[in-house]
């Protein structure tokens, strides 16, 4: 990693090997926090981050189902994240914004000291570089819909996903597949998914997951196309048996699957969608589709 100089702290930019907090830090013991993951990326014009209107607004609406009191306004964080990224000299960078209680013990977080942070580093894709990945189905079940407000992006919501995740890699999948409270079909750890059935694109409906905005996005993009796209119910047999899958996120950008527990999607390898689907997201968030160019915001 280069050697990177601020992190954005309540308002400061602080040295980076400075940024830190009370070891009775709230967050650190209970989970209270919110953050998003937004990703800069390198363009003609120079790093624009994509889509960062609305991964400001769903941290502050993240923090407002925890009655979190944020000092700052949308405007106030979308100008840090731009300057955080600006300070530290990187082209191309996921960036990381957490809203934080401090140092109080407790489960009630009331009068409790507030902190937002914004950190920017280079990452690569988050499941690597490999063609497609392998994806184990999770013996631990997605967050019943009613335990908690899943539209919202709470740090002690992925202790879930941590367990998914050390499963599937304990047996040698790149990432593991949550079901849902109903036996169906959720979402990854920290992504979401996509299925190919005849040429149409099928996802699971919202009601049982984060709905991302890198999801939104590729739904956009294949309406566009003229794809057939549907939110619908998907049984994990079901799931096994597609022509095509592959996940969605920020982090994890547009990644082929394949492989769903020992079943073989398509041949393995990337289908003919998903690719389409993956050549043009990265067409968009480099700058190179004047049709989506309203999705970035560009470092000045």
């Excluded at 363009?43 to 624009?48: F, V």
């Excluded at 009068?111 to 497609?132: F, T, V």
């Excluded at 393995?268 to 989506?292: A, D, H, S």
Aim: hydrophobic share 40%; glycine share 8%; with cysteine.
């Amino acid at each position: 990693m280069q050697k990177l100089k601020k992190i954005w702290l309540d308002g400061q930019l602080v040295d980076w090997a400075d940024a830190q907090t009370h070891i009775l830090t709230h967050t650190l013991h209970y989970g209270g926090g919110v953050f998003e993951g937004i990703r800069c990326y390198k363009t003609a014009k120079g790093p624009a981050v994509f889509r960062l209107k609305e991964h400001v607004e769903r941290l502050l609406y993240s923090a407002s189902v925890l009655q979190m009191a944020v000092p700052f306004s949308q405007e106030q964080i979308e100008q840090a994240v731009l300057q955080i990224i600006k300070v530290n000299e990187v082209e191309e960078c996921y960036v990381r914004p957490l809203i934080f209680f401090g140092d109080k013990m407790g489960l009630n977080p009331q009068g409790a000291p507030l902190h937002i942070a914004i950190a920017a580093w280079p990452w690569e894709a988050y499941l690597g570089d490999k063609s497609a990945v392998s994806v184990k189905i999770s013996k631990y079940m997605r967050m019943h819909p009613r335990s908690a407000d899943i539209k919202a992006k709470i740090c002690g919501y992925y202790a879930n996903s941590i367990l998914a995740s050390l499963e599937a890699h304990k047996k040698g999948f790149d990432e593991a597949l949550f079901l849902d409270y109903q036996g169906s079909v959720a979402e990854g750890p920290g992504e979401n998914i996509f299925f190919v059935e005849q040429g149409k694109i099928i996802t699971p409906t919202s009601d049982n997951i984060l709905a991302g905005i890198t999801r939104d996005s590729v739904l956009r993009i294949a309406q566009d196309f003229g794809l057939t796209t549907s939110q619908e119910e998907i049984s994990p047999e079901r799931a096994k048996s597609v022509d095509e899958a592959f996940f969605t996120g920020t982090a994890v950008e547009v990644c082929p699957i394949g492989k769903i527990d020992q079943a073989v999607i398509g041949q393995g390898q990337p289908g003919k969608i998903t690719l389409r689907i993956k050549n043009v997201f990265e067409q968009v968030v480099r700058g190179n589709n004047q049709t989506y160019l309203s999705w970035l915001t560009f470092v000045k």
